[in-house]
C-alpha cells in the first residue's frame, strides 16, 4: 500500500530539479527584520534578472503578503496552483488561503503543509528560490532544513545588539548539527542616515564579537529604512541609496557563491 505521506516529498524533489539554489533566511528570534530582508533579498536577485521564488513558510506569522501588496485568490493550472508574481519574482505562502484566520495546527502537521504547498506550488524553473523562516528552532525551520537538504544554504539575520547574537548563535549550531551551510550573516537595522552622517539608534555592533559568537562571515551590513515597513518593492526599486547599494551587494555576493 502507498505511504500517503511519501507522496509531497516525492513532488518536492522533481520541484527542486528546476530549482537551481535555495536560499534559507532565518533568525532564531524575531523581531530582527527576517522577513523583510527575505523580501528584499528576493526583490533584489529579480531586479538584477534572476528567476526568483519567494517561499513564506512561517506559518503562524506569514508576512510576505502584506510586505508584497499581494492577495488572493491564486489560480490553479495544469502544473499545480499559480504562484503570485511581482515582475520576475514569484511568491506562494499560506496566507494565501488562511487570509486574517490563525493556522492551528503543530507537530507533522506542519511538515506535511509545508511539503504539500511546495509540491503544489508551479515554480517553474528558478534561478533561486528564497525562503522565509519563521523565528525560532522549531518544527517549521527543521522541516524546510530537512525538506531543502542538498540544495539549501542559510542566510543569518540579525541586529547591531548583543543579546540578537547570542539567539542567532543557536540557529548557527542547529545548522552545523543539521549539516546544512551558512550562506553568511546580514547585520540589520545597522545604522541610519541623518544629513549624509551615519547614526546607530540600535547600537554600534561590534562585529568581533559577532564573528566570535556566530562564526560565520558577515557580508552584509544593511541600514535602517523606515520606508521599508510601507512600500519595500518600490524602495529597492530606487537607485542610489545606502539601502539599495547594501542589498545589490548582498544579492551579488549570494549569487556569485
Known amino acids: 500500500m502507498e505511504d500517503k505521506r511519501s507522496y509531497p516529498f516525492e513532488a518536492v524533489r522533481k520541484r527542486l530539479n528546476q530549482i537551481g539554489d535555495v536560499i534559507l533566511v532565518g533568525s532564531g528570534k524575531g523581531g530582527v527584520g527576517k522577513s ?34 499581494l492577495r488572493p485568490p491564486l489560480r490553479s493550472g ?13 511568491a506562494m505562502s499560506i496566507a494565501f488561503f488562511a487570509g486574517d484566520n490563525p493556522v492551528p495546527i503543530r507537530g507533522l502537521e506542519k511538515e506535511d503543509l509545508i511539503a ?10 528558478l534561478d533561486h528560490l528564497v ?7 522549531g518544527d517549521e525551520v527543521l522541516s524546510a ?9 542559510l542566510l543569518l539575520v540579525t541586529t547591531p545588539s548583543k543579546y540578537a547574537f547570542k539567539v542567532v548563535s543557536l540557529m548557527c549550531k542547529l545548522a552545523e548539527r543539521e549539516k546544512v551551510p551558512l ?9 541610519m542616515l541623518s544629513g549624509g552622517r551615519r547614526m546607530y539608534p540600535l547600537g554600534r555592533a561590534d562585529l ?9 562571515r558577515i557580508i552584509a551590513e544593511v541600514p535602517l529604512e523606515p520606508m521599508m515597513n510601507e512600500e519595500p518593492f518600490q524602495v529597492v526599486l530606487k537607485k542610489n ?8 551587494d548582498l544579492t551579488r555576493k549570494l549569487s556569485e557563491a
Not at 145 to 153: N, Y
Not at 241 to 248: I, S, V, Y
Open 36 to 69: 523583510m530582508i527575505a523580501c528584499a533579498v528576493a526583490i533584489s536577485l529579480s531586479i538584477q534578472g534572476w528567476k526568483t521564488g519567494l517561499f513564506d513558510v512561517d506559518l503562524h506569522g506569514a508576512s510576505i503578503p502584506n510586505y508584497l501588496s
Open 78 to 90: 495544469g502544473k499545480g496552483l499559480e504562484p503570485k508574481k511581482l515582475g520576475r519574482l514569484k
Open 116 to 125: 504539500h504547498l511546495m509540491a503544489l506550488t508551479n515554480w517553474g524553473e
Open 131 to 137: 525562503v522565509d523562516l519563521p523565528p525560532g528552532t
Open 145 to 153: 532544513f530537512s525538506l531543502f537538504s542538498g540544495k539549501c544554504r
Open 183 to 191: 550562506a553568511g550573516v546580514v547585520l540589520n537595522m545597522s545604522y
Open 208 to 216: 568581533k564579537r559577532l564573528k566570535n559568537v556566530i562564526g560565520a
Open 241 to 248: 541609496n545606502q539601502l539599495t547599494k547594501a542589498l545589490g
